[in-house]
């Protein structure tokens, strides 16, 4: 099984930019699409933004698109979720994710994903 676990997340204001970071255990890692999924109090997991095995390919939702970057190092086991200026809507507990099998065309789904890390807080003040 694959662990995650979210760090980076914090409070900030609006228009700040926080990074966040997800370390993956095991030596598989490079064989996982990662996305990241949000989630506020009374709302279903959202999805933000996926990234390919590889890296070469990442996939945004649109509220992020623009403002937020994922990418992965695969040597270090670890993807990060760059968010620039960030805004109010943007609060979250933000979760990684790990789908053995899921193509980027389906990686906003979150049935796609095995594995979930706890979750890291973030807070964007206005």
């Known amino acids: 099984q694959v662990q995650l676990v979210e760090s980076g997340g914090g409070l900030v204001q609006a228009g700040g930019s926080l990074r966040l970071s997800c370390a993956a255990s095991g030596r598989t890692f490079s064989s996982y699409t990662m996305g990241w999924f949000r989630q506020t109090p009374g709302k279903e997991r959202e999805f933000v933004l996926a990234i390919s095995r590889s890296g070469l390919n990442t996939y945004y939702a649109d509220s992020v698109k623009g403002r937020f970057t994922i990418s992965r190092d695969n040597a270090k086991n670890t993807v990060y979720l760059q968010m620039n200026s960030l805004k109010p809507e943007d609060t979250a507990v933000y979760f990684c994710?790990?789908?053995?099998?899921?193509?980027?065309?389906?990686?906003?789904?979150?049935?796609?994903?095995?594995?979930w890390g706890q979750g890291t807080q973030v807070t964007v003040s206005s």
């Open positions: 994710a790990a789908s053995p099998a899921a193509r980027l065309g389906v990686a906003s789904m979150e049935s796609q994903y095995a594995y």
